[in-house]
Every structure is written in structure tokens, then in C-alpha cells.
């Protein structure tokens, strides 16, 4: 006769259960809708209790009970057995449930994850009563079936004091393994450091918090770079899988396919991401095909082995936990793959630099979405392509990674983004290897100082590219030179080696090279005052970038027509200029330009009177620069902010705010600086200026910027520091030209009045200009009016 006696066997807590609220009330509703719920994740990640959490949970209204089942030490053929066994049923399992109103928790399918597909799938045709929960490494693949991905616990504080999930969990396990453990102001940031580096992984902070008994918190931090020797000492009535940090990983291992786990340990030579493609080429070889890496990469995704991290560049993205990726990596150290894999990882990297490079050459009219699908990508793989040159650098063979920061100098270059490549390229060019041709040398010292140059450091730049283009000149290497003498142009702004740039560049027949040598006549036609010239070579940048179909060109001709437009007092062209500008760049994180028009906007809506327009603009701007964390740019846009707070009648933040800004500038006051303290100095007098000026010359950017954003004011300095007058930065012969210039005398007038040469003249006009920070020689005359 068949008998069921319909109890529950949930086991009791041992201990408190943290975090997991949403996720538990997620699965509370889930489970009203849904049959059959799968539980994945890796090993160690908390399946097994929140699924325990769960069934207690929903046990009032599963009438007919709740049945844990636990599979993970079970050989195939055993599993209706042991599931009969639990639940106390003789004879048929399926006909005995009947209609029942049960829940079967089936916990660790994977040894036996086929059966439980088979169970399940007769369960649910023949008893209507029936809920399923699973917890696997892998869904069970059954109709009906709802996988819910089971995510680390949360690292990053929600604010407002409260702590994180991991965190919670760590103090709530290190208390009871010492009583009167308590976070302190020391101990907090590290609890939190070590939570991040153990990806949030339950299983893994509960065996750190364990360790808290023996060695402090700052021990712990320190040796997890040996992780799997450190958390070894779990409980010893726990399951063996669960009592160290390898054993849960050993467990996960041993399941896999021959393929799966060389896959899985090739994937490791990947730092931090990797698409399929780079899979293909990276991980195929002996014992795994390339039309194999994908069936085999589904499948670690399955096991929960491999995270599919959302997308870049229209491509999936796959990590690893870094947990996982450290056993990994000693699997591949063991294999003896490990340096053919780091070659290929660098020669994938480079394959893809190769392309990008491709598509911009001369005669190539590659769309911008191609390009911008290049742009994101390599933003994506920025730890990639540290690592392949961390490699190369390591075994002092430089040729491949020189080239492949050579071929990819736009993106290193530009648009804000932050590859750190800087010291790495030093690191390689003092290789000194002979097998790196001259030409690419050449080509690796300019891209060298180029970055130098973007940085501000303006001595090194100069000497980086001119010894770069003596060896493409050298090597006849025709890019490079091209490459150079355009860098030799920004660098002096002289009219002779802008003039050969443009030549270099027009003989090489490479239009994009036209264009940078076009906007760099522009933009010392801007700064000098030479606004028609300006005007006409932003306008040949932007029809160069139209031709190509570059948005990052085209937006750099809108910013500069639209800064000659507010020059030239066209605030509606300005306006439109900067818009245009910013429409082009919607998918790219160009950050500098976006910033750039954002400021734009601010100054245009500032100029007119529109102070709520130039407010939110101005803010946009101030905001995506201090998360981008271009100093420069944060500088730029505090000057703005001071313009703006003083036009809203704030003279006491506006010259903290332009004293921020001259200091991270590392620059000198000019005539902006005194378009803001001159009406502060009548506000608020000549000694609270000095005061305020020495506060906001002692603020961090951050705290500079919390002053702008929120009205944060710090405490006042002992002593008051006067800022230097705009008028006595001048030399007697410059104030003297100046007052000359006010007259309306051209050069030419100025050297009979003194009985100088014209060529001196246009030389301190030049430099007057540059210290007031001014562009034309009309606002040298209306300076002089205004400070008499």
C-alpha cells in the first residue's frame, strides 16, 4: 500500500540570515507565478540558504508540506530514491503526491542535473499541486522552468549610514567568531575593501570573518592575494565542498567536461573582460576548436562559472568572478599553457588595434558607427590592453604592444578617456629592444609626447616629439613624420611648423591627418586673435570630418565655430554650433567634447541673461568632469561657475570658486579672474577678498567643487593673501604697449611711437595678451579703458 506522510523537514537556521530582503520578496512573488524555480549561481554564492530561506517562507501555504532533498553527494540512478526517501513516500513517487499541495526543494542538482530534469518534468504533467525549487550551478532546462541568476551580495554602501549587504554579513559572522568585534572608523573602509575584492561571495566572507579570531582586519586584506591558503578553516560539520574557499571551487571543477575546463582555465588570461571574439582567438587551440568555444562558453555560463556582463560595443561581455579567475589562473599556471595564452591575448589585442587603425586610413570610408563601435570597444578592453603590454613589458619584447598603442593613439589621446598607458609606454621604449623597427619607435616617441602634451607637461612633450620625428624622418616613415610634425605644430603654435604640418599632412593623401593639422591652424587662430582665420579652418575640419563621416571631428569644428561666434557676438550661432556638437556624440563616451559643448551652453545662456539655462548647463558640465576626473577640465568649468554666481550677486563663493580654478589651472590671474574680483572688491572690500581668495586657493577639486555644487564654504585661513591685480602682471613696456593698443595704433604705429621694431611689438602684444587672457586687441583697449 502506498503511504505519504506529508511532513516538512526544513532544517533550522544556525545562524542569522543577512541581507538577500528584496531578493527574498522577489522570490516569494515569483513563486505564486511560476512552478518551477531554478536557483544558479557559482559555488559558494548562497543558494542552498536563500533557497532554505525561501521555503520557510512560503511553507503556510504549501499544505500538503515541504521536502528538502539534498543531491549533491548523489551517483546517477539514486535520485527518485532519495527524493522518495525524504519525502517518506513507499511505492510510486509520482502516483502518491497526487494532487497534493507540495514543495520540493531539490537542492545541488548538478551531479545528477539530467535526472532532475526528467523528475521534474513528471512532476509537473502529473501533480498539479506541485512547486519546484532548484538550486544548480546550471538551469535544469525544463519546460515552464523560471532561472533566477542568485547575485553576490551587495558591496557598495546604500547610503544614509546603512552598510552593506556584504559588510553586514562579515560583522554579523566576525562577532561570533570574537565577541565585541565592532567596525571602527579604521576598520570600515577595509571590512569593505575585502568584501569587493572576495566579489561579494557569501561563502568566502563568512570564511574571512571566521579568521577574525587569529589575525586582524588589515592581516586579512593583506594576504588575500593567497586566498585560497588564508580562508581554509570553515566549520567542520559543514559539507566538505563548503569548508574552504578551494573546496568549493575543486567541486565545480571536478564537474566539468574535459573542454569546459580548458576553456575555463584559458579564459584567466583575460584580466578583467572578453567578448566572443576575443574568446575565438585567445582560447581556441590543442583540444579545443574555434567553432567549439562557444557551445563551451554557453555552458560555463550555465555552470555559473562565466558572468555575462551586459554589453560594449554591441558585443556580449564575459568575466569572471575574481575568485574564480585566481583558480583559474592556477589551473593554467599547471597546464603549461600560460605563456602561449598571454602571446595571444596580446596578439588579439593587436589584431583589433589593426582594424581600428584600418579603418581610418587614407582612401578608407569606414561609417561612423563602425568607428564608434571601435571607440566603445576599446574602452571596454582598457584592462586588457594593460595587461598585454604589463606582459610585454615583462618579457622584454615591446614591438607588438608599441604597436598596438601606436595604432590606437586617438583613443589614448582624446575625448578624456583614461587608458594609463603613459608609464606603460615609457616602460617599453626604455626596452631598448633591437628587434623594434626605427619607424615604429618614431611613431611610439611622438604618440609619447602627445601624451605629455594632453597632460599639460609641455618640456617633455617638445623633446619627446621632435627625438620621434628625427627617427620616422630617419626611418622614412611617412604617418610618422606626418604624425610629428603635426604634435611639433601644437607644441609651438609657430606659423612656419603649422604651415608644414598642413603640407606634411596634405602629401600623405590622409584626410584625417588634413583635418588635425586644419584644427591646429584654428585653434592658434582662435588664441591669437585671428577669428577670420580661425573660422575658415574649423570650417575645412568640420567638412574634412563630414566627408569621413567622423562625429569626433565634426564636434570639434562645432566647438570651435561656436567659440568664434561668441566672439564675435552671434550667441545664436554659438548656441546652435554646440548643440550640433553635442547631438554627434549620444553613444561614445567622449567625455571632454560633451563637457566642452555642456560649458558651451552654460557661457552662451550666461551672456544672455538665462542664469536658470546657464545653471543647469554649467552644472552638467561641472558634474561629468569631476566624475571623469579631468582636472583641467573641472579648473575650466570652476571659472565658469564664478562667472555665473557673480552675475547671480554671490561675490563670496565666486571668488573662492576662480581661486579654485587658478589653482588647479596652475596658472596666474588674468583678465577673468578680474572680471570676477573687481565687482567682489566693491562688494565686500579689499581685505575679505584676500581672505576668500587665500580659502579657495586651499580647496581640493573635490571641495571646490562641493562649493559650487552645494554651497559647501570652508573655514576661514589664519592670514589673508591678496591676490596679485591683473595690472601688475605686466611689465612698464607692456603697460605702456597696452595703453598704445587703447589709442587704436596699429603694430606698425606703436614701433615709430617707441622706435622699436614691429616684429617686437607684435611680440609683446602677443604676451599681453596671453597674461590677460585675452584674444583680441579690442579687449586689450577695453581692458585699459575700464582700469583707469
Request: net charge neutral; hydrophobic share 45%; with cysteine.
Amino acid at each position: 500500500m502506498q503511504r505519504f506522510a506529508g511532513p516538512s523537514n526544513l532544517p533550522a537556521e544556525s545562524n542569522t540570515f543577512v541581507g538577500r530582503e528584496a531578493d527574498v520578496d522577489e522570490l516569494v512573488h515569483l513563486m505564486r507565478v511560476s512552478r518551477v524555480v531554478t536557483l544558479c549561481g557559482a559555488g559558494g554564492i548562497g543558494k542552498t540558504r536563500l533557497a532554505l530561506r525561501l521555503a520557510s517562507r512560503l511553507a503556510a501555504v504549501n499544505t500538503g508540506g515541504v521536502c528538502v532533498c539534498e543531491l549533491a553527494d548523489l551517483e546517477k540512478g539514486q535520485l527518485r530514491g532519495q527524493v522518495a526517501a525524504a519525502m517518506r513516500i513507499s511505492g510510486d513517487l509520482v502516483e502518491t503526491i497526487g494532487d497534493r499541495r507540495v514543495l520540493l526543494l531539490l537542492d545541488n542538482c548538478e551531479p545528477v542535473i539530467g535526472e532532475c530534469a526528467e523528475l521534474c518534468r513528471d512532476l509537473l504533467r502529473s501533480c498539479p499541486g506541485v512547486t519546484l525549487l532548484a538550486t544548480s550551478r546550471e538551469p535544469l532546462r525544463v519546460p515552464g522552468e523560471t532561472v533566477w541568476r542568485v547575485p553576490p551580495l551587495s558591496v557598495s554602501d546604500p547610503g544614509d549610514g546603512a552598510q552593506s549587504e556584504a559588510v553586514r554579513l562579515f560583522v554579523a559572522r566576525a562577532t561570533a567568531a570574537r565577541p565585541g568585534f565592532e567596525l571602527t572608523g579604521e576598520t570600515r573602509p577595509l571590512v569593505a575593501e575585502l568584501c569587493r575584492t572576495l566579489d561579494g561571495l557569501p561563502l568566502a566572507i563568512e570564511l574571512a570573518a571566521a579568521m577574525v579570531r587569529v589575525l586582524s582586519v588589515g592581516q586579512l586584506v593583506e594576504r588575500l592575494d593567497d586566498r585560497f591558503r588564508l580562508l581554509a578553516g570553515g566549520a567542520r560539520t559543514a559539507p566538505a565542498r563548503h569548508r574552504t574557499l578551494r573546496a568549493a571551487l575543486d567541486w565545480s571543477y571536478r564537474l566539468l567536461t574535459p573542454q569546459e575546463r580548458l576553456l575555463l582555465r584559458r579564459t584567466a588570461a583575460f584580466r578583467s573582460s572578453w567578448t566572443l571574439d576575443l574568446a575565438e582567438w585567445v582560447c581556441s587551440g590543442p583540444g579545443l576548436a574555434e567553432e567549439e568555444v562557444l557551445p563551451r562558453l554557453c555552458d560555463l555560463v550555465d555552470k555559473s562559472l562565466v558572468v555575462l556582463d551586459g554589453e560594449v560595443a554591441g558585443h556580449a561581455r564575459y568575466r569572471l568572478l575574481e575568485t574564480v579567475r585566481e583558480y583559474a589562473l592556477e589551473q593554467l599556471a599547471e597546464s603549461g599553457e600560460e605563456a602561449e595564452l598571454r602571446r595571444r591575448h596580446l596578439t588579439a589585442l593587436a589584431r583589433l588595434a589593426t582594424r581600428f587603425k584600418e579603418s581610418l586610413a587614407p582612401g578608407v570610408r569606414t561609417s561612423w558607427p563602425v568607428v564608434e563601435r571601435y571607440v566603445n570597444l576599446f574602452d571596454g578592453l582598457k584592462a586588457e590592453v594593460n595587461s598585454a603590454c604589463d606582459w610585454s613589458i615583462a618579457i622584454g619584447m615591446p614591438e607588438t604592444a608599441l604597436t598596438l598603442l601606436t595604432d590606437i593613439r586617438f583613443l589614448l589621446i582624446g575625448s578624456g578617456r583614461k587608458l594609463d598607458s603613459t608609464e606603460r609606454l615609457d616602460r617599453l621604449l626604455a626596452l631598448d629592444a633591437p628587434q623594434v623597427p626605427r619607424g615604429l619607435r618614431g611613431r611610439a616617441t611622438v604618440v609619447r609626447g602627445e601624451l605629455a602634451l594632453a597632460a599639460g607637461d609641455f618640456e617633455p612633450a617638445l623633446r619627446h616629439v621632435r627625438a620621434g620625428l628625427e627617427l620616422c624622418a630617419a626611418a622614412k616613415d611617412v604617418y610618422g613624420e606626418a604624425l610629428g610634425t603635426i604634435a611639433l605644430a601644437q607644441l609651438t603654435g609657430e606659423q612656419a611648423a603649422i604651415d608644414r604640418a598642413l603640407d606634411t599632412a596634405r602629401q600623405s593623401g590622409d584626410l584625417v591627418m588634413e583635418s588635425l593639422a586644419q584644427a591646429t591652424r584654428a585653434r592658434y587662430g582662435l588664441h591669437q586673435g585671428r577669428l577670420k582665420e580661425a573660422q575658415r579652418a574649423y570650417q575645412e575640419v568640420l567638412a574634412i570630418s563630414e566627408e569621413l563621416d567622423n562625429h569626433y571631428g565634426q564636434t570639434f569644428g562645432h566647438i570651435g565655430l561656436a567659440q568664434v561666434a561668441r566672439k564675435t557676438g552671434d550667441p545664436a550661432a554659438a548656441k546652435r554650433h554646440y548643440e550640433s556638437g553635442l547631438r554627434l556624440l549620444r553613444h561614445v563616451d567622449a567625455r571632454q567634447q560633451i563637457v566642452s559643448c555642456l560649458a558651451g551652453l552654460g557661457r552662451v545662456a550666461l551672456d544672455e541673461g538665462d542664469l536658470t539655462q546657464a545653471r543647469a548647463r554649467l552644472t552638467e558640465a561641472l558634474v561629468l568632469s569631476r566624475d571623469a576626473g579631468l582636472r583641467a577640465g573641472i579648473a575650466r568649468r570652476l571659472e565658469a561657475w564664478a562667472a555665473l554666481v557673480t552675475a547671480e550677486g554671490d561675490h563670496r563663493r565666486a571668488v573662492l570658486m576662480v581661486a579654485a580654478a587658478v589653482t588647479l589651472g596652475g596658472r596666474q590671474p588674468d583678465a577673468r579672474t578680474e572680471d570676477v574680483l573687481r565687482p567682489a572688491r566693491a562688494s565686500l572690500g579689499e581685505a575679505v577678498v584676500g581672505v576668500l581668495w587665500a580659502e579657495g586657493t586651499g580647496l581640493t577639486a573635490d571641495q571646490a567643487v562641493a562649493c559650487a555644487l552645494e554651497g559647501d564654504l570652508p573655514e576661514p585661513p589664519a592670514l589673508p593673501v591678496v591676490p596679485v591685480r591683473q595690472d601688475s602682471r605686466l611689465t612698464p613696456r607692456e603697460q605702456e604697449i597696452a595703453e598704445l593698443v587703447a589709442r587704436g595704433l596699429s603694430n606698425q604705429g606703436i614701433a615709430d611711437e617707441l622706435v622699436i621694431s614691429p616684429a617686437t611689438v607684435a611680440r609683446h602684444v602677443a604676451n599681453i595678451l596671453s597674461k590677460l587672457g585675452f584674444a583680441t586687441r579690442t579687449q586689450i583697449a577695453a581692458w585699459v579703458v575700464g582700469s583707469r
